[in-house]
């Protein structure tokens, strides 16, 4: 037996919600990821009206469900599994840091000409970009800016420790200015998605 409209669209706003807030991400966020505006999704949400089958397709593929996870044929988690989320981000994050030191191994074993400790320092700001997908992907604008801050500064050590310029200490002045870039935007971010 088929549902009327109303009921559909209550199902629909009410499973949207749910995957939404189970990820924490604001309508704004979910928005931006679907090149739509925010005011799209408060109308999906409020039941308003329906978003076409290739929006549905692409939710369901950010939140890791079905299609019918979001028409109502499977119920909606209770809750996300931030444990499993960190896991994943720290899993990815040692897989850096192990290829560091298999590179690292390489060049000791080898005895290659060069400061091969510097691979660790490379690791960095590597680490630093997977935390930034996957912070963009599970968690809200902290994490994402102090991602964004380790890579800023992370990079700056690199530069640092790679060439022998004079004066090459002011790349950390770049660094803080940079920093402060990031603190506005992600400012300018909370700020637009609480309103």
């Known amino acids: ?45 409020r039941g308003e009206s329906l978003p076409d089958v290739c929006i549905l397709a692409q939710i369901a593929a950010l939140y890791g469900v079905t299609v019918s996870n979001l028409i109502g044929e499977v119920v909606p988690p209770k809750k996300d599994k931030p444990h499993y989320h960190l896991f994943v981000l720290l899993l990815s994050i040692a897989a850096v840091f192990a290829v560091a030191t298999v590179v690292f191994s390489a060049f000791v074993i080898v005895g290659v000409n060069f400061r091969a400790w510097l691979f660790f320092i490379y690791a960095i700001p590597v680490a630093a970009v997977v935390a930034i997908v ?9 994490a994402q800016g102090i991602a964004v801050s380790v890579f800023v500064w992370s990079m700056g050590l690199c530069i640092y420790l790679s060439l022998s310029i004079d004066k090459l200490a002011l790349i950390f002045v770049v660094c803080a200015s940079v920093q402060v870039l990031v603190v506005l935007a992600e400012l300018v971010r909370l700020f637009r998605s609480r309103k």
């Open 134 to 142: 996957f912070t963009h992907l599970w968690w809200g604008y902290l």
């Open 1 to 45: 037996m088929f549902a009327d409209e109303a009921t559909i669209r209550r199902t629909v706003a009410k499973n949207i919600a749910a995957y939404r807030k189970s990820h924490r991400d604001t309508q704004l966020d979910l928005a931006e990821k679907l090149n739509y505006s925010d005011k799209s999704v408060s109308k999906w949400e």
